[in-house]
């Protein structure tokens, strides 16, 4: 097991302010000269490797929030139709691209161009889903409507009130009236 780091044994709100400085790009120094304000000791060499960590941490965590971002743009702009499907590849691909955002800290690179690829991929298989399922609604709609209009003209013939059509139609065929 790993040995913690003498950052990670200070207090947490010691910890918190260092972690705030990491944010907003504090050099290692001015990290180690933070921490001797607050009355401890920490090298420079245990400094900034904790720093890397978090600093790597911190990239992690905002390509997921802008991934999460842009999936969920997408799935505002093809909400309703087969939502669950939308949902779970959404799902996968900011699962897939976090870790590959975890993995940039590494020996492994991934450009932007990469990525990019990535989401106009995801985004190409939600619109083909997208078109899909308008096909799909609109030909349940064209047999809807012409059972609509043989219910009609068989209930008609059986002398069936507007009442009773209207209601066929709209709570069986789920037409519009």
Known sequence: ?????????????????????????????????????????????????????????????????????????????????????????????RNNLSIIAARMGGEEKLELGDAMGLIKALKDLVVADKVDAERERAIRLEQNQRAAKEAEGELRSRGATEETILAVKTKLLGLKA
């Open 1 to 93: 097991m790993a040995r913690w780091s003498s950052v990670e044994e200070l207090p947490a709100d010691v910890q918190d302010e260092l972690d705030e400085a990491v944010k907003r790009k504090f050099t290692t120094d001015a990290l180690v000269e933070l921490a001797a304000t607050h009355g401890h000791t920490i090298t420079r060499s245990a400094m900034g490797r904790w720093a890397k960590r978090r600093r790597d941490w911190h990239r992690v965590v905002e390509r997921e929030k802008a991934v999460r971002g842009m999936s969920e743009a997408v799935d505002t702009d093809f909400g309703g139709e087969n939502e669950k499907r939308n949902r779970m590849l959404l799902h996968l691909a």
